[in-house]
Every structure is written in structure tokens, then in C-alpha cells.
């Protein structure tokens, strides 16, 4: 454990009179690291904060934060605790791991603490990329996890990576450090639990020293996703910009580059539950983008849905709803989509964003609304009807902006304009005579 406290007084960035947090659960690797952390405390005069989440499935976790408060306050640390109270529907160990991270990022900021160490060891390592290769994932996902991570306020450092559990229980037992055994992470219940009790022991019986060999393997993976999330960089805002990623533009690239670029649009909708989306997932979004339809819908978890509309991507959520509006039209009317439609006394302008209407023709008072089934228009210049939506799939109108889009009809619910789109046959020359102007912004 030498090399640990080098690395730690040497090379991990930690300073004189840092403040540093430490995760600790009262198991053999956390209270090796604290222990390690105490050391460093007072070679450097540190300000530790001891961070301890009790998960409330257990009898004995009563037991073991009350042993750690006390410990602490012998040893001179701050001891910042919470007790999870309640759980969702989510993966137990993923929804607890969120709750946990959560929880060290307020100590963190209420401490102004510079690093937060946590006591992740080589055999976690190893369960955790054999998990994420069984079942899919990305490039960086296959590396496991960094050793350092760069947070904005603070730097996450996991110096245990290159010992195993063994060494850490070993070394608790010849320093006499007290720990505790989770019985829960026995159970074949969980899928981490089933690799740590069958896969890793073969591998250990193969190689004692394979957890060396993955974590060379996790720090190859992590240079070659760096260095593909800095070409990745060079173009992303060229093909998604305000939330749309542009289709065109996005075929014309590397696929490996179009593949980081969906996992970063991904991981900013997901955050922490980014696990939850698999090679699958991905899968049905590349077969919009490439299929022949104008428009179509994928579904993800979450309520989450893609969207493609013509030459558009866009992600949303199933849940989204919008409002539906009649308002009459009298000065200026501003439309929940951001634009406006004015009535005015003078233009110029003869394309569709602006019309004209005599009175005697159309019954007052004009309204503007949202969109309904059957709607149909009378196209100016046209014979008969034709449907609304036709008019919007010819002006190739996504269907989130159709729900949104503004129909103008007089007070007997005849579609006298659509603003921007199509003129009706109720629309005036400017050599004809009218006495109402439109205009739509």
C-alpha cells in the first residue's frame, strides 16, 4: 500500500491544508482507504470530511454509522451522514449510486472540498467492465472507470484501482481496522454480486494479477476515447445545433464519430441513467436517420422519443403536451410559438406571410387556433378542398410544429389562412378591394 500513499502525497494533486471527502461505507477498501487518508492527514494537515450513506436495507447499518460517527469525531474528521428513506422502481445498485453521488457533490460544495476519493478497488474494475461488455455498451463505458475524474469544483480520485479486495481486507486485518461485511453483496439477486462470486475467482485462478491487466486495458480504452471525443468536438455543433441534428451534414461523417455523437446527446438526456439505453437503442436511431420514411418516431426509455421530420432529428419526451388555443384576432395576437400575427394598415409584401380579406366575404370576427382533425382549406388558385395536414406534409412541417402551427378562421370555423404556409380563396390582389391586412411574424 506504499505505492497508494506515494501516489497520493506525490502525484495526485492533493495539497497542504487541502479539504478532501472521502465516501466511506464502513467495508474493508473504504476503511483501508481512510485509514491510508488519516496518514496523509497528518503529513499534510488535511481537513477530512467523512461522507457515509446509510441504505437502510440493513439491521447492522445502524450500527455501522454510529460506529463511524464516533470513530471520526476520535479521529478528529468532519462526518457529514444520510440515510436513504425511500426508492423508486429503479435498479436498486444504480439508483443507490445516484443517491450516493448526489449526496458527495453537496458535501463537496458545502465543504468547498478540492477531491473526493472513493474506495473502488481492481476487482471492481474488472466486474464492471465484464457487466458493460455482456451488455453493450460504448467506448468509454467498455473502459470501465478513470482512476481521476475532472469534476468542475472538485476531482473525484479512486486510488485503489490497482489493488485487489483481498489486499485491502489483508491490510485492514495486520493494521487492526476495524470494518464491516455487507452480507447483501453475496447475494445472486444482483448481477454485480453473480460475477463477483463465479466469474471473478476463474479469472483469478487463471491470472491472480488480471485485475493489473484490466486496468491496462480500461486506460487504453479511456486514451482512444479521449482522443475520439476531441475529433468528436471539431464538428458536433456543425450537424446538432439548438437541440435539431441536421441529417445531411450528419451522413457525411465517420461513423464511429456519428456514434460518439448520438452517446453525447444521449448522455445529456440521461445523465446518471445513461446505462439504461443499450446498443439496441442506438441501433433503432441510426435506422431512422438512414430510412427512407419523412417522418417517424423511436421510442427510447424514460418517455423519451426521437423525432424525425424530413431532413431533422430532435428528441422529446412522449409526456410533452401542448396547449391547445382559440384566440380572437383583433391588434396583435402573440402565438405560443413565438410569433405574432398583427393587423395592419399598409404592406407591400404578397408572399403567404401576409394576407388580405374583404370584409363582406368572411363573417367577423376572425380567430386564430391550433389545428383539428379533418381540417381542410380551400386553396387559393385551387379546386376544392385540401386537407390540412397534406398541406403541412407538402411543406414538409414536422409534426411537433403542425400541434403548434396557427390556422386563422372567421367566427363560422371556415380556414381562411395559414400563416406562412398556404392563402385560402378568400385572399385579395392588391388591385382588388379589401379592407383587412394580415401579417404573420
Known sequence: MEDILN???????????DT??????????????????????????????????????????????????????????????????????????????????????????EYN??????????????????????????????????????????????????????????????????????KSNMKDVYTRNRYRKYVLPFLKSEDPLVHEKFLKFSETLMEYNNYVDREMNLVINKVFKGGILNIPKFRELDHLIQTKIIYNILEKIYGDDLFIITNTHVKLIFDLINGERANSVVHLPNNVKVIKAYTDISFSFDDEEYDLYEIEINDVVNLPNGKNIETVTVSDDTSNYVTRFNSNEVVLPLYVRTRRNGDKLIVKGMEGHKKVNDIFIDSKISNKDRNMWPIVCDAKDNIVWIPGLKKSKFDKEKTEEYDIILRYY
Open 7 to 17: 501516489y497520493l502525497l506525490k502525484e495526485s494533486g492533493i495539497r497542504y491544508r
Open 20 to 109: 478532501v471527502a472521502i465516501g466511506v461505507s464502513g467495508g474493508p477498501d473504504s476503511m483501508a482507504l481512510l485509514d491510508m487518508v488519516i496518514k496523509l492527514k497528518r503529513e499534510l494537515d488535511l481537513i477530512v470530511v467523512v461522507c457515509h450513506v446509510n441504505h437502510n436495507v440493513r439491521e447492522e447499518s445502524k450500527e455501522e454509522e454510529a460506529y463511524l460517527r464516533e470513530f471520526c469525531k476520535e479521529q478528529g474528521l468532519q462526518f457529514e451522514g444520510m440515510i436513504i428513506t425511500n426508492y423508486g422502481d429503479d435498479n436498486f445498485h444504480n439508483e443507490a449510486r445516484t443517491i450516493r453521488y448526489n449526496f458527495f457533490d453537496r458535501v463537496c460544495k
Open 113 to 182: 472540498a478540492r477531491f473526493l476519493m472513493t474506495a473502488h478497488h481492481g476487482d471492481d474494475l474488472v466486474e464492471t467492465i465484464l457487466m458493460r461488455i455482456v451488455r453493450g455498451s460504448t467506448l468509454k463505458g467498455y473502459s470501465g472507470f478513470s482512476r481521476v475524474i475532472e469534476k468542475d469544483e472538485y476531482t473525484i480520485l479512486r486510488p485503489l484501482v490497482s489493488v485487489t479486495k483481498d489486499e485491502l481486507t489483508k491490510y485492514c486485518e495486520e493494521n487492526n481496522i476495524k470494518f464491516f461485511i455487507d
